[in-house]
């Protein structure tokens, strides 16, 4: 059977719909068919591409060989994740949900999320879902960087049963995650206590008492990291964490 010749108007109609089979966003604008993933973008010369495709005489084999060029372009940008520098960030259920690309996120408890971050020094770049990791690996080497960081708990005031990190990092509300921290901080203030993370790098855990409740609102609000939380007060008891102001409320109506 001869080979049937596509004109260069309907070249660029099929092939757009070859591709579009597999990657639904492409467009075509002007003389180039462009498809975005990300913040990267794949361009196609179609005249470049009719002219391959008219001295190989096979439609089939010029759109297999577009659809490897186009995925290897998208995966040689796949960021990398370096192990030695991730750390698990605590973020609200809500934060990032309008961002195009997914980030990489487990439920930690109530209205919160672990994500993780690689820190790049002067920035810090959360995990997409389609950047190259291992998911048990990632926990695991986020867990062990933040323990290094965790350098105990100072008391706030001497009068006060209210406790803190001594130097304030990005990672401050994170060490709620350790278990170092969850032992100190029941050595220092009881078994069961108050806790805020009102941003990130922002944590004050109190001895479960009413009257710190109101003092934790305080601290919460003048937090000054624009990188906020929670505004909640939290009450981890008996290995749970719940709302501190439900328990108040149960309080006055008993």
């Known amino acids: 059977g001869g080979f049937y010749m596509l004109d260069y108007k309907t070249f660029k109609i099929e092939f757009y719909s070859a591709i579009r089979e597999r990657y639904s966003n492409a467009i075509i604008e002007k003389e180039e068919l462009a498809i975005l993933q990300g913040n990267v973008e794949a361009l196609v010369q179609l ?13 089939k084999i010029i759109v297999e060989k577009y659809l490897e060029i186009i995925n290897s372009e998208f995966e040689s940008v796949r960021f990398k994740v370096d192990y030695n520098t991730v750390y698990p960030l605590i973020k609200s259920k809500e934060f990032g949900k309008d961002e195009f690309a997914e980030f990489v996120r487990e439920s930690l408890f109530l209205d919160l999320d672990i994500l993780y971050a690689v820190d790049c020094g002067e920035t810090i770049r959360f995990i997409m879902k389609n950047d190259d990791y291992d998911f048990e690996k990632l926990k695991e080497n986020a867990l062990k960087n933040l323990n290094v960081l965790f350098s105990g708990l100072r008391k706030l005031d001497n009068d006060l049963e209210i ?25 220092k203030v009881g078994k069961n206590y108050f806790f805020t993370i009102s941003s990130s790098s922002s944590i004050f855990v109190a001895k479960y008492n009413n009257m710190y409740i109101e003092i934790l609102k305080e601290l919460a609000k003048a937090d000054p990291d624009p990188h906020k939380v929670s505004d909640h007060i939290y009450l981890y008891r008996n290995g749970n964490v719940d709302f501190a102001e439900k328990n108040n409320l149960l309080k006055i109506i008993k």
């Open 163 to 187: 406790y803190s990190v001594p130097f304030f990092t990005d990672y401050s509300a994170s060490f709620i995650l350790i278990d170092k921290m969850k032992k100190l901080a029941e050595r």
């Open 47 to 59: 005249k470049y591409a009719y002219d391959e495709y008219r001295a190989l005489k096979s439609f």
